[in-house]
């Protein structure tokens, strides 16, 4: 039995008001709020032993560098990935999904083609574009079902013998929808394509392995998963890192530098150009084994339970119109009420102190294919009650008299 009022503890914001009353934060699946010991970890490293990493002999250098490099370990085996070197630190998902992009596009041209979802994040629309704006790539799109599922079938009539990668999301940001990675995985290696995958959502909410998932790529982002902003996660099997030339130029990512010519470092520097976010590393690092001591299945069981209370409070309510109804969905409750505007509901929700997102979320084409322009969505976490569940549907209930 997961303990959310001991998970709570843990948070010192979720503890203030809003407008007069206690805060009901829904806006995880955009950012999650920080535990003591994160704060703690990147306050300790910036008070006793902060210095850059790698290139120093003296006691604070090794000593930061050593807790930069326990992050690599602790995300290895979070997602249990072969080697610590197969982790790359960059400042987040999208920047690790364009480093992929542009590394590998050096290699793409005009017929080649990259498959995606309708349901992807702009994170993960966007760097593809840009290939097929300068480098004449075709990109293509799985269509998603009227419950928000991926069309499985249309997928693979989709493949053929000029894809060259399938990058979809784990776990929509928007639906809540669980794809079937592995199994979209293995039709892509069958096609002699390389896979991506964006677990930015996923990796919060579930276990992941990306040895059984067999992914050539996997992308995650610190701030959702508890951790800072400005760090994120590229893990790439060994040999898919060893082939893609670097993405940035500078410091750390290189062997030598001539007047000549440059040799590169062997991955995961060669993607690391510069000084990288050191502080923040030492802040997911603290993160992960906050949530690694947790029961992760009961966690998922209650997020569970936290969205059952949502759909059981709002049962009848035909006002509201739920945007994705996959089975075994994410803790995501995206929604439209009928004659209000997202915006206006979540602002009206702030004055309950109810805090949710609302607009496209980074994700239009999606929306164009459900026939809206914007949504409001509620995204729980694992120190979300169901209290907070509760307040949500009587504000939302308020709410619908501002527009009745």
């Given at each position: 039995m997961f303990?959310?009022?001991?998970?709570?503890?843990?948070?010192p914001i979720l503890h203030r008001e809003v407008n007069g009353r206690p805060?009901?934060?829904?806006?995880?699946?955009?950012?999650?709020?920080k535990p003591r010991a994160v704060i703690a970890a990147m306050t300790?490293?910036?008070?006793n032993s902060y210095a850059n990493v790698h290139r120093?002999?003296?006691a604070l250098a090794n000593e930061t560098t050593e807790a930069y490099e326990k992050a690599r370990e602790n995300v290895r085996v979070l997602i249990n990935a072969a080697s610590a070197s197969e982790v790359v630190f960059t400042k987040?998902?999208?920047?690790?999904?364009n480093l992929v992009a542009s590394s590998l596009g050096q290699s793409l041209g005009a017929g080649d083609e990259v498959v995606l979802s309708v349901m992807e994040h702009h994170a993960n629309i966007v760097p593809w574009h840009m290939l097929r704006e300068r480098r004449g790539v075709e990109v293509k799109f799985i269509p998603v079902t009227d419950v928000g599922e991926l069309d499985l079938v249309a997928y693979r009539n989709l493949l053929g013998p000029r894809t060259r990668m399938v990058a979809v999301s784990h776990m929509s940001n928007v639906l809540g929808t669980v794809n079937p990675i592995a199994e979209i995985v293995r039709d892509a290696h069958a096609v002699g394509a390389l896979a991506l995958v964006d677990g930015a959502q996923a990796v919060v909410h579930g276990r992941v392995d990306v040895q059984a998932l067999d992914a050539d790529f996997y992308a995650f982002s610190g701030h959702k998963l508890y951790g800072p902003t400005g760090v994120g996660v590229l893990y790439g099997k060994a040999d898919r890192l060893a082939s893609l030339p670097p993405y940035q130029g500078g410091g750390e990512m290189i062997s030598r530098v001539t007047l000549d010519a440059v040799t590169y470092?062997?991955?995961p520097h060669r993607f690391e150009a510069g000084t990288p976010p050191i502080l923040e590393a030492i802040g997911l690092s603290a993160a992960i084994e906050w949530l690694s001591a947790l029961d992760r299945d009961a966690i998922a069981a209650h997020e569970r339970s936290?969205?059952?209370?949502?759909?059981?409070g709002l049962n009848g309510a035909n006002w509201i119109h739920e945007i994705g109804r996959a089975p075994g969905k994410g803790a995501i409750f995206s929604f439209t009420m009928e004659g209000a505007h997202a915006h206006d509901i979540a602002q009206i929700l702030d004055r309950y102190g109810v805090a949710v997102r609302a607009g496209t979320h980074c994700a239009e084409p999606l929306l164009d294919r459900f026939g809206v322009t914007s949504s409001a969505r509620a995204s729980f976490a694992l120190y979300n009650t169901l209290e907070e569940a509760d307040s949500l549907v009587e504000a939302l209930h308020k709410t619908r008299t501002f527009f009745s």
């Amino acid at each position: 039995m997961f303990d959310v009022a001991k998970a709570r503890e843990d948070f010192p914001i979720l503890h203030r008001e809003v407008n007069g009353r206690p805060l009901v934060y829904l806006d995880s699946a955009a950012s999650a709020q920080k535990p003591r010991a994160v704060i703690a970890a990147m306050t300790h490293a910036m008070e006793n032993s902060y210095a850059n990493v790698h290139r120093g002999l003296h006691a604070l250098a090794n000593e930061t560098t050593e807790a930069y490099e326990k992050a690599r370990e602790n995300v290895r085996v979070l997602i249990n990935a072969a080697s610590a070197s197969e982790v790359v630190f960059t400042k987040g998902t999208t920047e690790a999904i364009n480093l992929v992009a542009s590394s590998l596009g050096q290699s793409l041209g005009a017929g080649d083609e990259v498959v995606l979802s309708v349901m992807e994040h702009h994170a993960n629309i966007v760097p593809w574009h840009m290939l097929r704006e300068r480098r004449g790539v075709e990109v293509k799109f799985i269509p998603v079902t009227d419950v928000g599922e991926l069309d499985l079938v249309a997928y693979r009539n989709l493949l053929g013998p000029r894809t060259r990668m399938v990058a979809v999301s784990h776990m929509s940001n928007v639906l809540g929808t669980v794809n079937p990675i592995a199994e979209i995985v293995r039709d892509a290696h069958a096609v002699g394509a390389l896979a991506l995958v964006d677990g930015a959502q996923a990796v919060v909410h579930g276990r992941v392995d990306v040895q059984a998932l067999d992914a050539d790529f996997y992308a995650f982002s610190g701030h959702k998963l508890y951790g800072p902003t400005g760090v994120g996660v590229l893990y790439g099997k060994a040999d898919r890192l060893a082939s893609l030339p670097p993405y940035q130029g500078g410091g750390e990512m290189i062997s030598r530098v001539t007047l000549d010519a440059v040799t590169y470092a062997d991955p995961p520097h060669r993607f690391e150009a510069g000084t990288p976010p050191i502080l923040e590393a030492i802040g997911l690092s603290a993160a992960i084994e906050w949530l690694s001591a947790l029961d992760r299945d009961a966690i998922a069981a209650h997020e569970r339970s936290l969205y059952d209370r949502i759909k059981a409070g709002l049962n009848g309510a035909n006002w509201i119109h739920e945007i994705g109804r996959a089975p075994g969905k994410g803790a995501i409750f995206s929604f439209t009420m009928e004659g209000a505007h997202a915006h206006d509901i979540a602002q009206i929700l702030d004055r309950y102190g109810v805090a949710v997102r609302a607009g496209t979320h980074c994700a239009e084409p999606l929306l164009d294919r459900f026939g809206v322009t914007s949504s409001a969505r509620a995204s729980f976490a694992l120190y979300n009650t169901l209290e907070e569940a509760d307040s949500l549907v009587e504000a939302l209930h308020k709410t619908r008299t501002f527009f009745s």
